[in-house]
């Protein structure tokens, strides 16, 4: 397994030519979850097909991190709120983030590059919120300065993490 400290990654936009490659990746981490016995995913790209993906890109507001030619993780920075209900705040939410099968501790990079997005856009707030039984998932948004604001309860049970711009 590579750590992104040593990998030379290039950020930006994701383009519609990069559609099924960002699909697989996807589709690798369904299959990896499963493998590894996490319950978490198992009808992520059945609730968001290939043309929501479309839909994200076209809006620009999908990013990508490539090594070389190949795509290694992605995410989604947007301004809907979605779960937190919340229209009202200067926030952005990050959601949809992927990593490559093999590549470790990439999620730390993409938070720096979403947090640097945040201020450059001079928002309040990054949001973020993940299944509440993924202790793990938790414990390394915990880590990375997303603090704990609640739990919630949609056809999942969720918690609700945000890293404040101004701190």
């Given amino acids: 397994m590579e750590d992104y400290e040593t990998i030379n990654i290039v950020f930006g936009k994701a383009s519609i030519d990069n559609i099924d490659e960002i699909i697989n990746l996807y ?3 369904m299959k990896w979850f499963k493998e590894n ?3 978490q995913w198992s009808r992520y790209l059945t609730n968001h097909p290939k043309e ?3 839909s994200i890109i076209e809006k620009g507001n999908y990013y990508i991190l490539k090594k070389e030619n190949e795509i290694i993780a992605g995410f989604e920075i947007s301004t809907d ?8 705040s200067n926030a952005y939410y990050l959601c ?3 990593s490559k099968v093999g ?3 990439l999620g730390s990079e993409i938070f720096k590059i979403a947090k640097n997005i945040t201020k450059e856009n001079e928002k309040d707030y990054l949001r973020i919120e993940c299944v509440s039984s993924n202790k793990k998932l938790n414990e390394i948004y915990e880590k990375n300065g997303f603090k704990y604001i609640r739990e919630g ?15």
């Fill in 96 to 98: 949809k983030v992927v």
């Fill in 52 to 54: 929501h993906f479309i």
């Fill in 27 to 29: 589709a690798e981490r």
């Fill in 81 to 88: 709120s979605g779960v937190w209900n919340d229209d009202k």
């Fill in 103 to 105: 590549y470790r501790n």
């Fill in 37 to 39: 016995g996490i319950k």
């Fill in 153 to 167: 309860q949609d056809y999942y049970h969720y918690t609700l993490r945000e890293w404040k711009a101004n701190e």
